[in-house]
């Protein structure tokens, strides 16, 4: 069954360096989003893509955050300046069509020290 | 924020049935009731999801009563694989429309 693909598993990085997190959604899927998840806490959304554009973002997805989908197939998630509290598990998801579950990856692990 | 209350955990022996309920009484027309699970710090997993009729895929069934008020994830053969925390999710299947997570059910399969 295809799956949503994310790397890398964990990334460590230091207080204000600009980290990727890189997706590959399931091939014919249109719908992508980010979500995030801080240690012990809910699942929150961060932002929807669609046709090339942000759909929808949360007050979470400020000016440090942006989205590409520089390609036919990644959905990359961009952190100009990490901060301590942007350590979280970072999830990707995609859907074909809104009326269509998301089917989210298993998420990258960024541990900002 | 999220539209429904689930109870924050709940046992079930392995093999029997685990029923989750859920309740989502400010439930729109146009808003379906989906269930995920995660399980320890994976990515949710879609379950299974309805507007209104009862619901059944090889992983689950859905019941949602008839005044859609509330509903029940049913898992009829729990497994110790079956350990996680289940969500219930109400959304508006529009445009793009996200996922907005609760807190869920932790569910615990006892051996």
């Known amino acids: 069954e295809p799956e949503v693909t994310q790397t890398p598993s964990h990334q460590v990085t230091q207080m204000g360096q600009e980290v990727i997190l890189r997706c590959v959604p399931i091939?014919?899927?249109?719908?992508f989003y980010w979500y995030r998840q801080i240690l012990g806490q809910k699942v929150e959304f961060l932002v929807s893509f669609y046709n090339n554009e942000i759909s929808e973002k949360s007050e979470i997805f400020d000016d440090q955050f942006s989205v590409e989908r520089p390609d036919g197939s990644n959905f990359t998630l961009k952190i100009r300046s990490t901060k301590l509290e942007d350590s979280a598990m970072y999830f990707c998801a995609s859907s074909w069509a809104p009326r269509l579950p998301l089917h989210f990856g298993n998420g990258t692990r960024l541990t900002v020290t | 924020d999220a539209k429904t209350t689930q109870p924050p955990s709940m046992d079930c022996a392995e093999g029997r049935a685990a029923n989750l309920p859920c309740n989502h009484s400010?439930?729109?027309?146009?808003?379906?009731v989906y269930w995920y699970r995660q399980i320890h710090s994976q990515g949710p997993q879609y379950i299974i999801h309805g507007l209104k009729n009862n619901e059944t895929n090889e992983m689950a069934s859905l019941i949602i009563t008839e005044d859609r008020k509330s509903s029940t994830l049913i898992l009829p053969h729990a497994t110790l694989r079956d350990t996680a925390v289940y969500y219930c999710?109400?959304?508006?299947?529009?445009?793009?429309?996200?996922?907005?997570f609760g807190k869920g059910t932790r569910l615990h399969i006892l051996p």
């Open positions: 999710i109400v959304r508006v299947v529009a445009r793009d429309d996200k996922i907005i």
């Open positions: 400010t439930i729109s027309g146009n808003e379906y």
């Open positions: 091939s014919n899927h249109l719908y």
